[in-house]
């Protein structure tokens, strides 16, 4: 069922646990794979781009692409691209080509990809991290399409037989 869509809620009570999801979704990585990041204001998005490219062995320091728009890594086995399109138009964003990204050989992580859904491709892995308080967030994954939803229950069938 290539329509297939699936959610899943986490409660996440200390930045070692989202770093620990990211790492753990990193291990599921493949190439062409696109991660959808949206939540609020210091939420932890960038944090958890760290640790999933840390997991994919990216060398060195990782930073919010806040104002370069994209930034593209080495991993060990899989390029990282790592987006933030806050600042972009619709236009914008489609002007640079992002199919070249989400349809190529890394993976493609977007922060404030709410923003770009018009041109997002059809399946992809959205998270939303919601700010509980200094400790605590609430993350929101949904799986859009059938690999997307095999990634996440892998993801819950992890969580449950820990």
């Not at 291990?27 to 609020?40: C, F, H, K, P, R």
């Not at 944090?47 to 999933?52: D, E, G, I, P, R």
């Not at 609430?138 to 059938?146: D, F, R, S």
Request: with cysteine; net charge negative; aromatic share 12%.
């Amino acid at each position: 069922m290539n329509n297939e869509i699936k959610q899943w809620e986490l409660n996440m009570t200390s930045q070692q646990q989202t770093e620990h999801l990211a790492r753990t979704l990193a291990e599921l990585a493949w190439d062409g794979m696109v991660i959808a990041l949206d939540g609020d204001l210091g939420a932890g998005k960038t944090t958890f781009s760290k640790a999933f490219a840390a997991e994919l062995g990216v060398q060195g320091i990782v930073s919010s692409p806040t104002f370069t728009i994209i930034k593209e890594y080495e991993g060990r086995d899989l390029p990282f691209y790592h987006m933030d399109v806050y600042r972009l138009s619709i236009e914008e964003a489609d002007e640079l080509g992002l199919d070249d990204y989400f349809y190529g050989q890394g993976v493609t992580v977007i922060e404030w990809a709410s923003l770009i859904t018009d041109i997002m491709p059809p399946h992809y892995l959205s998270l939303f991290i919601e700010y509980v308080d200094d400790e605590q967030r609430l993350i929101t994954i949904k799986a859009y399409g059938e690999r997307y939803v095999g990634c996440l229950e892998k993801l819950i069938d992890g969580s449950t037989s820990q």
